[in-house]
């Protein structure tokens, strides 16, 4: 079947392409506003985009009247944030971070969270989380009801037991979000492919 995005509304587009692009990982930033408060909420609209340097994204909506959600705000306003990602044993809090809390109400407190100091940005981590990202902000892109945040990461924090030898992560397995309205995926059924080459790829034709 075809279906011609210029045939439907934005609603059924949303529908389409985040039921296609699937599993995505949730960022749950932690921001905070001019009063320190802290906001939490998660954002699937997300993913590493660079190594060198180190770049991750997060596109941000618009309210219906136009404004910035405050996870946006804040991060254009002070230029920091923290991704932290999220695990099964922490998806009900991150539910809750997701509703319409008012802007001064710190959703990590009402989640049951607690805050860890970062190190070189001055919004806190979820203490919770078993890896996180403080990030400061590197550039904006705005486009249509979006805007796409880059962060370049500035430190790393990893539960110590999941890092191994030469920096290797074992056992993180973070939520995926599958298609709407509210539909996960764990992450613990992995299969290695190792990578190929032309030569031996040919040599196994034969
Ligand atoms: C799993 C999940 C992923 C989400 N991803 C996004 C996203 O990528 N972009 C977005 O604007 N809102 C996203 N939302 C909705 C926001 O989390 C929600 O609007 C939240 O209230 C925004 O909080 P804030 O106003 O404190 O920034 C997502 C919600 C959930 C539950």
Not at 63 to 84: C, M, P, Q, S, Y
Not at 130 to 146: I, P, V
Not at 147 to 155: A, N, P
Request: a negative charge; one cysteine or more; proline letters at 5%.
């Amino acid at each position: 079947m075809n279906i011609d995005p210029a045939e439907h509304s934005s609603t059924d587009n949303y529908k389409l392409l985040t039921n296609i692009v699937v599993p995505r990982p949730v960022a749950w930033v932690t921001s905070a506003n001019a009063d320190g408060v802290v906001n939490l909420a998660p954002f699937s609209f997300f993913n590493a985009v660079g190594s060198d340097p180190l770049i991750v994204m997060i596109s941000v909506a618009h309210h219906d009247d136009g404004t910035l959600k405050d996870t946006g705000r804040n991060i254009l306003a002070n230029g920091e944030f923290v991704v932290n990602m999220v695990t099964a044993g922490l998806m009900a809090a991150m539910n809750v971070s997701a509703a319409d809390f008012p802007a001064g109400e710190s959703e990590l407190h009402a989640s049951g969270l607690h805050e860890s100091p970062s190190v070189h940005v001055k919004v806190p981590r979820v203490a919770e989380s078993l890896a996180s990202m403080e990030c400061r902000l590197h550039s904006t892109q705005d486009f249509g009801n979006y805007t796409l945040i880059f962060g370049e990461v500035v430190m790393f924090h990893v539960a110590d037991h999941l890092v191994g030898d030469k920096l290797r992560i074992h056992g993180f397995n973070p939520v995926g979000r599958m298609g709407s309205p509210a539909y996960y995926c764990r992450t613990d059924d992995r299969f290695e492919v190792p990578r190929t080459t032309y030569a031996k790829w040919k040599n196994e034709q034969d």
